[in-house]
């Protein structure tokens, strides 16, 4: 049986910023194929830190990464951080 979603991707753009940053970086993993244990080992050769898939799941439940481990995830899985400036509400 096959289920078909016609949804726009402005739309899923604007579900997934509305993750939280654990739910992203989980649903990124899964879309490349790669585990947490992967992706640990590969921060450790990136960076010279030890890493470990407890570490990495305790901190995106803790919500404590660091920015540098942020930009190190987005790296290894392949994408960038893009800040944009947004019109200020009034």
């Known amino acids: ?20 940053a654990r739910e992203q970086v989980k649903f990124l993993l899964l879309k490349e194929k790669m585990t947490i244990t992967e992706l640990a080992d590969e921060m450790s ?22 920015y540098d481990e942020v930009t190190a995830i987005a790296e290894i899985l392949g994408y960038e951080i893009d800040f944009k400036k947004v019109p200020f509400n009034q």
Do not use: E
């Not at 050769?45 to 660091?66: A, D, P, V």
């Open 45 to 66: 050769r990136q960076t010279g830190r030890s890493y470990t898939r407890q570490s990495i799941s305790s901190k995106l439940y803790k919500g404590t990464l660091r």
């Open 1 to 20: 049986m096959s289920i078909s979603f016609n949804i726009a991707i402005k739309d899923l753009i604007r579900i997934f910023r509305m993750l939280t």
